[in-house]
Each structure stands twice: as structure tokens, then as C-alpha cells.
């Protein structure tokens, strides 16, 4: 009797969806909204009115359309899928240890004209003597204290931590023995992370600092690496913030929007330092303002469905959201388990690479992020590789943003196809108005599992309404949303067996900003809008600006 060894069409992954592909749905179309768009104090009403009588927050959960989930047959044939983590497996590590990724990390950065101090600006100037951490930390300090445009985007700073890590740094140039890259190099965590030492409230005026302390596994790394953490930034509160396609902008697309303002009327609103009347954009607004203003080159951020990205599109930045999994947050806890991650902001791309490649450090401890490999640097633009170059594109989710932002869009694609060799490809995502529902309909299940009903009456009057609805979902819909993941990240599979190394690329907002349409009445109570964002199954999303100084301000 003979055996044949099994011939592998793929690498080994762990987690690795079956390669399906979907069968077809009609093109995507903007939804339009259908719930009411709230400001001011008759948003405070509703939210308290909501909090406490479960059938306004059925009314909104049943008007938002989250039952459409139970009339796709299609659904049928997948089983829920509650962990969209994929990661490629290895007998070895392909990139250098780590401890050598921290100190030899070499980066070629260029000087973009008009644009904030880099890392290695700062570091080539410690080196040089011509700068000590102790005088840019301190200077630093002071301006922030001295404006409250600039102290709003930080929750919390503690001077003498901040000033005696910068000391510490000082003395190693002084001794010529820096860490790395990132020695004395200023950055800000947003408050989504645990820092010890510090307290963490989420952007609310709930107390969520861990009573054991510690410092989030992905911050650490930057600690041992030798940046300077300035404070901690503020955010939209617990994350979770308006999201609707705008009657008052053309053409705006639902899938664009989660957590987009950043507006916070409990902890004060940072605005986009291009232009005081929009937003930063968020939920990663304070970390956005810290890079956009110049103050920091680098920031931390977290995102379940756009908090780094947006944030990055309406300032002007790079950001990065990692795959699923691969930055370690240990020992926090994440609000929203099968969505949130952790990953970086930065006003170039070789600090955003920077920044990213000490935050994935795998950890030991953690069962998911110690199966990845270290990031490993990439190929520098003259090397000769044969990584393909292939963008995807779902035309009808692509064109549903306005006209400059498509022009803007068009202008990059035109670029990477003339200038660069790349191809377009058509592609079809299936079932987007229905994807985004799901999305929305897990990330509130899970914020609102971890938030008892006595916290509610704490929340502002937007995240009551939010927390309320998303309490509210039956056990089956929130299955039939993980079978909807499962379908989508099997397609997902499919495009990629058909086109390997396939980059998918959209506008990642679809208007430049986001003008505070109510003055002082959103600053001060918030705006409301129900909706629902896609894009849940677990892969990286990394955002870059078009223009000349950034998208925030719109005008």
C-alpha cells in the first residue's frame, strides 16, 4: 500500500480561512440614514431616555437595520468566525532578534520640506551634542503647559517621570551608548493603553487605571527603547463615536465613518491644528494633534474600525493599523476583542516604520502575538524584488467619496500605475452595506458586555444611546455577524489565491474634514449619528495623506 504526501498549495498559517469565493451581490450603494441626527440638549435627553427605557434603544437598534442579517441565505453555509487573527507560521525567524531589531534598526529617512522634526532629526542631534533630551523634553513641557490648544490633546502628564526618563537619555548620548533610534525621541500614548504610574480613563470620567499597574506590553518596548513618553493623549470616550453618512456632504459613504470626530464634551476637544473649525478626527484625536502640531514625531494609537486611520486622513499623518494580533497589549484588556488594535501615527513614513517595528515586538507571554515573527525591514525601493504589484480595487465603494477626495485618489493611482508598474485590478466585495451592519453590530455587543449598566449614567449622552442599542442584541444576530466575517474573510482568501500580494486600496475617508457643524453645541454635549462601518476581518490598513500639508483642515 503506497501514500502520497499531501502537496501544500499554501504557506502555513495559523488560522488561515478556506479560500471561497462569495457568490455575487449587487454593487455596493450609500445607504441613506434612517435614524435621527442629534446635537446639543435634545441629544442629552434621548441618551438619558435611552439608557433607561429599553424600547427607544430597540427602536434604534431595529431602525439602524441590524436585523437585515437574519434574511442572507448566503450565511447558511459558514460557521461564526469570533477570532479573525491569521499568522504565518515559521520553522524560523525571519528577521534579525530583537534585541538587534532595537538597536540596529537603520532607516533611510529623507528631509521633507515643511514638515515636523523626525526622529532622526533628534537623534543626529543628540549624537551631535547640538541638542540633550533634558533641553527638548523640557521645552517641550513648557510650551504644552503655555497653550491650552496644545494641553487639551494631553489627559494627563506627570513632568517628573517625563523629565527623569529624559535625563536618563541624556546620559547615555553623553556616555555614547543610546538604545536606538528612538532614544530621547518625544512621544505620547493614547489613553487606551495602560502606563504605570498613570491613570487611564478611556476619555471618560470613569476610572479604568489597573489596580495592579503595569505598562501595556507594546509601550514597554518603546520605554526599553528609549523614547520619551510625554503623556498620556486624549480620545473619543470609550472609543466609540459618530458614524453616518452626512446628508450635507454629497456622496458620502457609511464605511468611511466610525469614531470620527473625536469630539469629547467630558475631557475637552482637541481640533485639527490645520484648521481650529474641523476636528481632529478619532477616536486617536489627541495622538493625532500631538504629531499634526509638530509636537511629537510619533504617537500611539488604537483602532476597531478606523481610530488610527481617520484621525491620520483628517491630520495630515501616516498611520497603521496592524493585523489583528500582532501587537501585544498585555496585561490590558481590550474593550472590543475581535476588533481593536494597537499600532502608531507618524508625520513620515520611516518613523511610522520605526515607531511599528518596536511596537510588534512578539511577546513571550502572549499565546498569539509570541507565533509572529519580528518585523522585518523592508526591501529599500531601488532592491529588485519580485513582490508583485497589484492594486485591487471595488469601484462602487471607491467612487463614494467627493469629488476632491477622488481627485486626489485618482492622482496617487495614476502615479503607481505611470511611475511605478503597477496594475489595477477590479475586484467585487460582497455584501459591504450588510459587512459594515456586522461590523457595527459586534464592536457595540463587545464594548457594551464590558461596560456594566451601572457605568452608563457616567457616559456622555452619544455613548449611552450607543452602549444601550448594542446591549440589546440576541444572541443569534451577534452569530450571524461572526457568520458574515467568516464569509468575507473566505472571499477574502479567494482574491488573494486569484491575485497573490494583491494591495486593496480606497479613500480612507471620503470628504478631506469634518467641520464642527454644531459650534459650541457639539463641543459641549457631543453629536450623534448612528451607522455602521465593514471592514472587520483582521487584516493590516495602513492610511497616507494626499495633499500639500494635510486633510484635516479641509479647506
Not at 508598474?421 to 451592519?437: E, G, K, V
Not at 444572541?475 to 461572526?482: I, K, S
Request: hydrophobic letters at 35%; charged letters at 15%.
Amino acid at each position: 500500500m503506497s501514500s502520497k504526501r499531501i502537496q501544500k498549495t499554501q504557506p502555513d498559517f495559523y488560522g488561515y480561512p478556506a479560500v471561497r469565493q462569495s457568490p455575487e451581490t449587487p454593487p455596493y450603494t450609500v445607504p441613506s440614514g434612517s435614524n435621527p441626527v442629534l446635537r446639543g440638549l435634545p441629544l442629552a435627553i434621548v441618551g438619558t431616555i435611552a439608557s433607561k427605557l429599553n424600547f427607544v434603544g430597540n427602536f434604534l437598534w431595529t431602525n439602524t437595520g441590524f436585523g437585515l442579517l437574519r434574511d442572507i441565505r448566503d450565511l447558511d453555509d459558514y460557521e461564526p468566525r469570533y477570532d479573525p487573527t491569521v499568522i504565518k507560521l515559521s520553522d524560523s525567524l525571519d528577521g534579525e532578534p530583537i534585541e538587534e531589531t532595537i538597536s540596529n534598526i537603520s532607516i533611510e529617512y529623507q528631509t521633507i520640506s515643511n514638515r515636523h522634526y523626525s526622529a532622526a532629526y533628534f537623534t543626529s542631534a543628540y549624537k551631535a551634542g547640538k541638542l540633550t533630551p533634558t533641553e527638548v523634553i523640557t521645552g517641550l513641557l513648557d510650551q504644552i503647559s503655555a497653550e491650552k490648544r496644545h494641553s487639551v490633546a494631553f489627559l494627563q502628564i506627570i513632568p517628573e517621570k517625563v523629565i527623569a526618563a529624559a535625563e536618563a537619555s541624556t546620559a547615555r548620548y553623553k556616555s555614547g551608548k543610546p538604545l536606538s533610534l528612538l532614544d530621547g525621541v518625544p512621544v505620547a500614548v493614547k489613553d487606551e493603553a495602560d502606563l504605570d504610574g498613570y491613570e487611564k480613563s478611556l476619555g471618560s470620567s470613569i476610572d479604568y487605571t489597573r489596580k495592579n499597574g503595569g505598562t501595556s506590553w507594546c509601550i514597554k518596548k518603546w520605554e526599553d527603547a528609549g523614547a520619551i513618553i510625554i503623556g498620556v493623549t486624549n480620545m473619543h470616550e470609550l472609543g466609540l463615536g459618530i458614524s453616518h453618512p452626512l446628508s450635507t456632504l454629497p456622496r458620502i459613504s457609511a464605511h468611511h465613518y466610525t469614531d470620527t470626530t473625536n469630539n469629547n464634551p467630558v475631557k475637552g476637544t482637541p481640533l485639527n491644528p490645520h484648521n481650529p473649525s474641523y476636528y481632529t478626527g478619532g477616536s486617536s484625536g489627541g495622538s493625532a494633534y500631538a504629531v499634526a502640531s509638530g509636537l511629537v514625531p510619533i504617537a500611539h494609537g488604537a483602532d476597531g474600525g478606523g481610530s488610527i486611520r481617520i484621525p491620520a486622513a483628517y491630520c495630515g499623518l501616516y498611520g497603521l493599523k496592524p493585523t489583528h494580533g500582532r501587537v501585544s497589549i498585555l496585561p490590558t484588556k481590550s474593550l472590543a476583542t475581535s476588533n481593536g488594535v494597537m499600532g502608531p501615527l507618524a508625520s513620515n513614513m520611516a518613523d511610522l516604520e520605526l515607531a511599528y517595528r518596536i511596537l510588534a515586538t512578539p511577546d513571550p507571554s502572549n499565546p498569539t502575538s509570541s507565533l509572529f515573527n519580528p518585523p522585518s525591514p523592508l526591501p529599500s525601493p531601488s532592491s529588485k524584488t519580485n513582490r508583485p504589484k497589484t492594486l485591487g480595487i471595488y469601484n462602487p465603494w471607491f467612487s463614494a467619496s467627493s469629488p476632491k477626495v477622488l481627485s486626489a485618489c485618482n492622482e496617487a493611482l495614476d502615479h503607481y500605475t505611470s511611475s511605478l508598474s503597477y496594475r489595477l485590478i477590479p475586484i467585487h466585495l460582497p455584501h459591504m452595506h450588510s459587512a459594515q451592519l456586522a461590523h457595527a453590530l459586534t464592536i457595540l455587543s463587545e464594548i457594551s458586555s464590558g461596560t456594566p449598566p451601572s457605568l452608563l449614567p457616567s457616559l456622555s449622552a452619544a455613548n449611552k444611546i450607543l452602549l444601550s442599542v448594542g446591549a440589546l442584541t440576541p444572541a443569534t444576530d451577534f452569530l450571524l455577524a461572526q457568520k458574515m466575517r467568516a464569509l468575507l474573510m473566505s472571499h477574502l482568501a479567494w482574491l488573494w489565491k486569484e491575485y497573490p500580494g494583491m494591495l486593496i486600496v480606497s479613500p480612507t475617508t471620503p470628504n478631506a474634514g469634518w467641520r464642527i457643524g454644531g459650534g459650541g453645541g457639539d463641543l459641549k454635549y457631543g453629536v450623534y449619528e448612528i451607522c455602521v462601518v465593514g471592514e472587520f476581518c483582521g487584516g493590516a490598513g495602513f492610511e497616507y495623506s494626499r495633499g500639500d500639508g494635510g486633510g484635516g483642515g479641509g479647506e
